[in-house]
Antibody, heavy 113, light 112 residues
Framework: EVQLVQSGAEVKKPGESLKISCKGS????????IGWVRQMPGKGLEWMAI????????RYSPSFQGQVTISADKSISTAYLQWSSLKASDTAMYYC??????WGQGTLVTVSS | DVVMTQSPLSLPVTLGQPASISCRSS???????????LNWFQQRPGQSPRRLIY???NRDSGVPDRFSGSGSGTDFTLKISRVEAEDVGVYYC?????????FGQGTKVEIK
C-alpha cells in the first residue's frame, strides 16, 4: 500500500527556521515526482514546489521561489520542505503529494509570536 | 500561471439529485504529448484531498461510478449523477499540463 507519512504539527515564532518531512513507502520513491501543497486556513490549494528524487530535479512555483526549499533523501525515501525564516503568513496546512495521485495526512504549521 | 476558474463556488444539492461543477482554464490544457492533464479532487471536511478523476474522464480506483468527468481544451465538467451524504465537501479541479500546476478555487457541495 502506498503511504505518505508526514511529520507532526509545529508551533513556531516568526523568524525561526523549520523543516518538515514526508516519508514515502509502498512504491519506488525515486520514480515519482513528489511535492508540497499549501492550504491556508479556510482557503484553497496551492502547489509550492516539486522534486524528482531520482535525479533531484526541482521546480518551484514563482509564488514560492526563494521562500522555501524542497529536498529529498532517497536513501530513506523522505522529502522535506524547509523555511529559513518563518512569517505569520506561513501559518497553514502543508500536504505532501506523490504526483499525480497520493496525498499525505498534512502537517499543520502555526507561526505566532 | 494558468488560471483555473470553477463555478459555482457553492452548490447546495438535494440528496439523490444530480450536481455539476464547471472548470475553465485560461489556456489549453492539451500537453505536447497529446494528453490533457486535468484532475478532479474531493476534500471532505477535516481530510486530505483525494483524487477522483484523472486526465479529464478517468475515474480512480474505488471512486463510485456516479462521478464522471468530461471536457476538452479549456472547458471541463465534473458531474455527480445522484448526490449522497458522503459527497459533502469541497471539489477542486487541477491542471498539471503547465508548471506551476494550479487548482481551481474550489466548489463547496452541501446538502440542502
Amino acid at each position: 500500500e502506498v503511504q505518505l507519512v508526514q511529520s507532526g504539527a509545529e508551533v513556531k515564532k516568526p523568524g525561526e527556521s523549520l523543516k518538515i518531512s514526508c516519508k514515502g513507502s509502498g512504491y519506488s520513491f525515486t520514480t515519482y515526482w513528489i511535492g508540497w501543497v499549501r492550504q491556508m486556513p479556510g482557503k484553497g490549494l496551492e502547489w509550492m514546489a516539486i522534486i524528482y528524487p531520482g535525479n533531484s530535479d526541482t521546480r518551484y512555483s514563482p509564488s514560492f521561489q526563494g521562500q522555501v526549499t524542497i529536498s529529498a533523501d532517497k536513501s530513506i525515501s523522505t522529502a522535506y520542505l524547509q523555511w529559513s525564516s518563518l512569517k505569520a503568513s506561513d501559518t497553514a496546512m502543508y500536504y505532501c503529494v506523490r504526483h499525480p495521485d497520493k496525498w499525505g495526512q498534512g502537517t499543520l504549521v502555526t507561526v505566532s509570536s | 500561471d494558468v488560471v483555473m476558474t470553477q463555478s459555482p463556488l457553492s452548490l447546495p444539492v438535494t440528496l439523490g439529485q444530480p450536481a455539476s461543477i464547471s472548470c475553465r482554464s485560461s489556456q489549453s490544457l492539451v500537453h505536447s504529448d497529446g494528453n490533457t492533464y486535468l484532475n478532479w479532487f474531493q476534500q471532505r471536511p477535516g481530510q486530505s484531498p483525494r483524487r477522483l478523476i484523472y486526465k479529464v474522464s478517468n475515474r480512480d480506483s474505488g471512486v463510485p461510478d456516479r462521478f464522471s468527468g468530461s471536457g476538452s481544451g479549456t472547458d471541463f465538467t465534473l458531474k455527480i449523477s445522484r448526490v449522497e451524504a458522503e459527497d459533502v465537501g469541497v471539489y477542486y479541479c487541477m491542471q498539471h499540463t503547465h508548471w506551476p500546476w494550479t487548482f481551481g478555487q474550489g466548489t463547496k457541495v452541501e446538502i440542502k
